[in-house]
């Protein structure tokens, strides 16, 4: 059974940075691209990073370049989301979600979902 | 970006069907290949993939769930409805990245 487990999240200050981890277990994780969505509350679906299955492509979506950093480490079954320079609109559920094996190019649909982190950015 | 407009909400009753609609900005299909795909929100629950390239039930899902359309005009049928469909479903594109998602439709019961 696919099985994605994040931790890290919490509340924060702003300026402050994070580190979100997703723990995978039954898969190949080293064969699958991995992404972080994260939804606000009350609101919609928000693609944040892909990171393909080596780490060779890594892409970002505007509203984070520069300040979030995804990472993984196949060794270990695990993706991460370094956060920086948090600010007030990052505050939301954070999901770790496994790249479609259908996927065509480099935009993937999203096959498997964890039960996401809250992060709150708050003074 | 591609922008994904779907309506707010549809209310419907049990044991009826149901269409949700999702329509692009610009087309998401590549050749035959329609890239949207379709979301289950439940409260309290992370989204899990009902339909992918437009067409394709994922794995697990009831064949009650249905996925039909191409280059900007995309639905999503369920029929018929029961109660464990009340959710928000979303579509979503990967022909262009950024992927997108559209706003949501929650279903109803009437």
């Known amino acids: 059974e696919v099985q994605l487990v994040e931790s890290g999240g919490g509340l924060v200050q702003p300026g402050r940075s994070l580190k979100l981890s997703c723990l995978a277990s039954?898969?190949?994780?080293?064969?699958?691209?991995m992404n972080w969505i994260r939804q606000a509350p009350g609101k919609g679906l928000e693609w944040v990073a892909s990171?393909?299955?080596?780490?060779?492509?890594?892409y970002y979506a505007d509203t984070v370049k520069g300040r979030f950093t995804i990472s993984r480490d196949n060794a270990k079954n695990t993706l991460y989301l370094q956060m920086t320079s948090l600010r007030s609109e990052d505050t939301a559920l954070y999901y770790c979600?496994?790249?479609?094996?259908?996927?065509?190019?480099?935009?993937?649909?999203?096959?498997?979902w964890g039960q996401g982190v809250m992060v709150t950015v708050s003074s | 970006d591609i922008v994904l407009t779907q309506s707010p909400a549809l209310a419907v009753s049990l044991g009826q069907r149901a269409t949700i609609s999702c329509r692009a900005s610009q087309s998401v299909s590549i050749s035959r290949y329609n890239l949207m795909h379709w979301y289950q929100q439940k409260p309290g629950q992370q989204p899990k993939l009902l339909i992918y390239?437009?067409?394709n039930l994922a794995s697990g899902i009831p064949a009650r769930f249905s996925g039909s359309g191409s280059g900007t005009d995309f639905t999503l049928t369920i029929n018929p409805v029961q109660a464990d469909d009340i959710a928000t479903y979303y579509c979503q594109q990967s022909r262009e990245s950024p992927p997108t998602f559209g706003g949501g439709t929650k279903l109803e019961l009437k």
């Open positions: 039954g898969f190949t994780f080293s064969n699958y691209g």
């Open positions: 979600a496994r790249q479609g094996i259908h996927t065509m190019g480099i935009t993937a649909y999203f096959d498997y």
């Open positions: 990171i393909s299955s080596s780490s060779s492509y890594i």
């Open positions: 390239r437009a067409s």
